[in-house]
C-alpha cells in the first residue's frame, strides 16, 4: 500500500485509566476504503484504541493519553482541533443498537439538522441516500415516520449507521456491532460493510475471529494493550509472523 492511501494513524499511542495501562506503544496505519479489525482478547485494549479514533476517552477525567492520533496528517488530540466537526467525519456504531425513541426519518435527519440543514427536499435527500447506503430503504420507506423503536435489532443497527453515513464521514468505526444481533442480521451487516468501504473507511472490533476473516481487509491483533501483529487479513490468520497471533488465531488462548 502507498503512504498517501493513509487516512488515519497511532504513533507510539499510550493510554492510561488512573494506574491502568490500557495502551501501550501502539502505532498502527489505517488505509482509505479498506476494512480494518481488531481483534484479541477481552480486555486487551481494542474498544480504548477505537475510542481514540474520536476522541471518545476525553469523557473520562481519568484518561491520559500520550503519542499521536493522525488523521490526514493532523493530531487529534492536538489543540485547536474542533472535535465536533472531527465527529462528523469519523463516526461511531455503538455494540447495541441505540437509535433515538424518535421516528426513524428523525433519527437520520437528526444530524443533518445539528450541522445546519434546514431545507426540508434537502434534508429529504439525504434520508433517502442515507437509508439506501445502509442497505435499509426498501425495508422502511413506507413507515419512515414511525417510531425507530419499532425496528428490528438488526434494522436498528443499520438505522444506525444510517445515521452516522448522514453527515457524510469519512472513517466509520464500529465496535462490535454484531454482538447483539441474530445470525441473519449479522450476515446483512456483514454484507453492508462490504458494500461500504467502495466510499468509506471502516474500523471494526470484533470478538469474532470468523468474523474479522470475512469483513476485513487488514487485521490487527492485540494483546495486553500491544499491537502484537497487524497486516493483510489473509496472512494473518494463513501464516502469522508472531508466535502469540497464532496461539491465538489457532484457539489455545482468548
Ligand atoms: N473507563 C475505564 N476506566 C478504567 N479502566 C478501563 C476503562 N475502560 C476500559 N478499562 C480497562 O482497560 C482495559 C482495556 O479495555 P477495553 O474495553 O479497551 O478492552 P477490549 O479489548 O475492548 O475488551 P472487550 O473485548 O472485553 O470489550 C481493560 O483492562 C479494561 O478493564
Request: with cysteine.
Amino acid at each position: 500500500m502507498k503512504n498517501e492511501d493513509i487516512i488515519l494513524e497511532t504513533k507510539n499511542l499510550f493510554l492510561n485509566y488512573g494506574d491502568k495501562q490500557a495502551l501501550k506503544e501502539v502505532s498502527l496505519k489505517v488505509y482509505k476504503n479498506n476494512v480494518t479489525a481488531l481483534i484479541g482478547p477481552s480486555g486487551c485494549g481494542k474498544s480504548t484504541l477505537l475510542r481514540c479514533f474520536n476522541r471518545l476517552n476525553d469523557l473520562l477525567d481519568n484518561c491520559q493519553i500520550k503519542g499521536e492520533v493522525l488523521y490526514h496528517d493532523k493530531n487529534l488530540y492536538s489543540q485547536g482541533i474542533d472535535v465536533v466537526q472531527m465527529r462528523k467525519k469519523i463516526g461511531m456504531v455503538f455494540q447495541h443498537p441505540n437509535p433515538f425513541p424518535k421516528s426513524i426519518y428523525e433519527n437520520v435527519a437528526y444530524g443533518p439538522r445539528v450541522h445546519g440543514v434546514k431545507d426540508k427536499k434537502t434534508l429529504d435527500e439525504i434520508v433517502k441516500r442515507s437509508l439506501k447506503k445502509a442497505a435499509l430503504w426498501d425495508e422502511v420507506h413506507e413507515r419512515l415516520f414511525d417510531n425507530a423503536m419499532s425496528l428490528s435489532g438488526g434494522q436498528q443497527q443499520r438505522l444506525c449507521i444510517a445515521r452516522t453515513l448522514a453527515v457524510e464521514p469519512e472513517i466509520i468505526l464500529m465496535d462490535e456491532p454484531c454482538s447483539a444481533l441474530d445470525p441473519i442480521a449479522t450476515s446483512k451487516i456483514e454484507s453492508l460493510i462490504d458494500t461500504l468501504k467502495q466510499d468509506f473507511t471502516v474500523i471494526i472490533v470484533t470478538h469474532s475471529m470468523q468474523q474479522a476473516a470475512r469483513v476485513s481487509d487488514f487485521t490487527g491483533f492485540m494483546y495486553l494493550g500491544e499491537m502484537i501483529e497487524f497486516g493483510k487479513t489473509e496472512k494473518i490468520f494463513s501464516a502469522p509472523e508472531v508466535e502469540l497471533t497464532n496461539n491465538y488465531i489457532t484457539g489455545r488462548f482468548g
